[in-house]
Nanobody, 125 residues
Framework: VQLQASGGGLVQAGGSLSLSCAAS????????MGWFRQAPGKERELVAA????????YYADSVKGRFTISRDNAKNTAYLQMNSLKPEDTAVYYC???????????????????WGQGTLVTVSS
């Protein structure tokens, strides 16, 4: 599956952005999806993940209550709605896909086998 992320940009603290991840190729609907981010000088971290079937979701503690991951299998697209953005949310955001070998997605970065290019999100204070 090929992934194309979009929607990054510059926003003031407290603002919102919505990221999209368009998939093409193999059966997108059977992949767990995730959003990762990498801030300057830091390791890449998982922000949110969504199950391929029941759409149950996982969130990093740092974004709970502010970010929402969703997917539209008919459009082969995953989304990350980001509200109440903080300067510490500044990072390059990546979408990734994981084959559904298990009912729930693994939260390990190494288990996501397909990656989109990053999209930069900058939150100004």
């Amino acid at each position: 599956v090929q992934l194309q992320a979009s929607g990054g940009g510059l926003v003031q603290a407290g603002g919102s952005l919505s990221l999209s991840c368009a998939a093409s190729g193999r059966t997108y609907s059977r992949y767990h999806m995730g959003w990762f981010r990498q801030a300057p000088g830091k390791e890449r971290e998982l922000v949110a993940a969504i199950n391929w079937s029941d759409r149950s979701a996982y969130y990093a503690d740092s974004v709970k209550g502010r970010f929402t991951i969703s997917r539209d299998n008919a459009k082969n697209t995953a989304y990350l709605q980001m509200n109440s953005l903080k300067p510490e949310d500044t990072a390059v955001y990546y979408c990734a896909a994981q084959e559904n070998w298990s009912v729930r997605p693994s939260l390990l970065e190494s288990d996501f086998g397909f990656w989109g290019q990053g999209t930069l999100v900058t939150v100004s204070s």
